[in-house]
């Protein structure tokens, strides 16, 4: 990514995807709506409603990178800051950070949805090295609010269905088995991710909610960080290729994916300077 005038948005598909979903959620209330009338679930298709809202708007989004800085459009506003002005981040949720000045008196929010984020995070490192001093942390700890947000939607959701089925004459159980059955997998994946990640010498220790792994650095054959998936959205993971062919994935990291790459590296070179890292 050069210097020249660039601008970084929500991938189509993102933006058709968020579309088709507050369309099927219109026909799936309305649906509901039928069925039940009680507070409590005019409180959850409000709530979700307001949130359908939120996204949209927040997709709108974009990026503009210049020779001299960096400007943000966000929620029908727009936010500058020069290059020399930038001093350090801040992270934020689903691996989105603040850029801010030395007296944070201006920061720029950048999301972590557009095309281009990796890229955009490397170029910030190059422009203004110290803005994540995360070389010097060890530990970093996992952020599981996405899908305990996910969890809890499909929850909503089942508790909605569920109510339904019960009112009905001829019961829809299939629906409703498959929003109990997407609430077990909402599970499954929080059980997956890593509780802590921890650089303990030449050994990286990943603590996961059931279970530990070592992974020591002379096995680490490549790190890949892609930029984005085949349908053009980005993807916030940290996958690690041993020697032995075992893939570990690290994401969902409450400091944010941009510190844990770079104190990654850092580590890398200090015990395994061979290794190959895709990026």
């Known amino acids: 990514m050069g210097p020249e005038r660039q601008v970084l948005r929500y991938s189509l598909f993102t933006r058709a995807t968020l579309i088709v979903g507050v369309l099927l959620f219109a026909v799936f209330s309305g649906h509901v709506l039928n069925e039940l009338r009680s507070p409590i679930v005019y409180l959850i298709l409000a709530s979700t409603s307001m949130l359908c809202l939120h996204l949209f708007v927040l997709s709108l989004y974009s990026i503009t990178i210049t020779e001299t800085g960096l400007e943000v459009w966000r929620f029908f506003q727009r936010e500058k800051l020069a290059w020399h002005e930038i001093d350090h981040a801040r992270p934020g949720n689903w691996d989105s950070f603040q850029l ?73 159980w299939l629906s409703a088995s498959a929003f109990l059955l997407a609430d077990l997998m909402t599970l499954l994946v929080l059980l997956r991710l890593p509780r802590l990640v921890r650089f303990d010498g030449d050994k990286l220790i990943i603590q996961r909610w059931l279970g530990q792994e070592q992974i020591p650095v002379e096995t680490i054959q490549k790190v890949i960080i892609p930029r984005k998936s085949a349908f053009g959205t980005t993807i916030h993971a940290v996958t690690l290729l041993t020697m032995e062919g075992k893939k570990y994935q690290i994401d969902s990291l409450r400091d944010g994916l941009p510190s844990f790459v770079i104190a990654l590296d850092t580590w890398i070179d200090r015990y395994h300077p061979l290794a190959e890292a895709d990026k």
Do not use: C
């Open 100 to 172: 801010l000045n030395e007296r944070e008196d201006k920061k720029l929010h950048i999301n972590s949805q557009v095309i281009g984020y990796f890229d955009l995070v490397a170029l910030i490192v190059s422009k203004r090295p110290n803005v994540w001093p995360s070389h010097e942390q060890r530990t970093f700890y996992n952020s599981p609010w996405g899908a305990l947000f996910f969890l809890l939607a499909t929850a909503m959701w089942s508790y909605l269905m569920l109510l339904a089925v019960l009112g009905q004459a001829s019961p829809d």
